[in-house]
């Protein structure tokens, strides 16, 4: 029962909240997320489960997409609409061109300053905390990347638009940016997560359609398996760990070599000029038996031609 859990987060509870009434769901002995959402945000919440908790890391890394809708004239505290207004424009004088340049302008690498109301911790204490004592906390601004951001919409004061981006890019934050870009102020209203890398909202299910699948004859044990469509395992929004990793390169071992996986030593790669530059460029590479288990997860060292064991399933 290692899997990851294509959730689509329901509006109104925390991630984490999310993930406890999965881990009842399917009775799961261990459950985390791969990269939180606000409460009033909905979308994708990748939970993994058991041994695939392991994993969160790899997934909290790709890169993620949005839907957003922002509100022009109105500045908040929390930079969203839960917030209270302290800013607030008597016109929003803005057309279309207007705010697709400012859209624009974001585009690339850029620097953003997480907001303070934030779970980031500062002395070993979350932000959100100083802020709601009323303390500003110095932060440093961070390397974010917009690798796409598109105007869907407008109906002033809202409009709505799609981004691309790294990990750690905050769209609170960036709504509010835009604000000042255009000198009306502004806040995210709505937010939704379409994707967090190949991982989508159309093929994501929620809490009530995973329930039903607990009853399915055979689900609590699909998880062993490195390939579900070979066993029939097709259930929208859940996947193998091996399935879930199917982005990443894979090598198999020699019978020789699994039991040096199995207790965490390099072992040594062979292939073509092209594979192991592959192996190189990738964040993780799937190690798996002669019959394709997946073993572990590993990183490439080129000078040694070795891969070294990260992740190790046994």
């Not at 990851?4 to 459950?31: C, E, F, H």
């Not at 689900?219 to 070979?230: E, H, S």
């Not at 594979?275 to 080129?302: M, T, Y």
Request: glycine share 8%; with cysteine; net charge positive.
């Amino acid at each position: 029962m290692d899997f990851i859990i294509n959730l689509n987060k329901p509006a109104g509870i925390t991630s984490q909240d999310a993930v406890t009434k999965v881990k009842k769901t399917i009775k799961a002995k261990k459950a985390g997320h791969a990269g939180t959402l606000d409460p009033a945000a909905t979308g994708v919440l990748l939970v993994c489960t058991n041994r695939a908790t392991r994993l969160a890391s790899y997934f909290s890394d790709l890169d993620k997409e949005y839907r957003a809708v922002i509100k022009l004239g109105e500045v908040t505290d929390t930079q969203d609409a839960q917030g209270k207004v302290i800013e607030k424009s008597d016109s929003i004088d803005v057309d279309e061109s207007a705010i697709k340049s400012a859209l624009g302008a974001f585009e690339g690498e850029t620097l953003q300053q997480p907001p303070m109301y934030s779970a980031l911790k500062h002395e070993g204490k979350p932000l959100y905390k100083y802020a709601r004592q009323g303390i500003d906390v110095p932060r440093k601004q961070r390397k974010i990347s917009i690798h796409k951001i598109e105007l869907l919409d407008i109906d002033l004061p809202f409009a709505g638009f799609t981004v691309v981006c790294s990990k750690g890019t905050y769209i609170r934050t960036l709504c509010h940016d835009i604000g000042k870009k255009l000198g009306t102020g502004a806040h995210l209203f709505k937010l939704e997560r379409t994707a967090i890398g190949p991982f989508s909202i159309k093929d994501s299910l929620s809490l009530e359609e995973l329930s039903p699948l607990r009853k399915q004859e055979g689900f609590l044990n699909k998880g062993m398996y490195p390939d579900r469509k070979q066993e029939g395992f097709l259930n929208k929004g859940v996947y193998t760990m091996d399935s879930a990793l199917s982005w990443m390169p894979e090598y198999r071992v020699t019978d020789s070599q699994v039991g040096d996986v199995q207790n965490g030593v390099p072992v040594s790669i062979s292939g073509s000029q092209d594979f192991l530059d592959s192996l190189a460029a990738s964040s993780g590479i799937r190690v798996k038996s002669p019959e394709g288990l997946l073993l572990a997860i590993g990183s490439f060292q080129p000078i040694r031609k070795t891969v070294k064991m990260d992740v190790v399933f046994g």
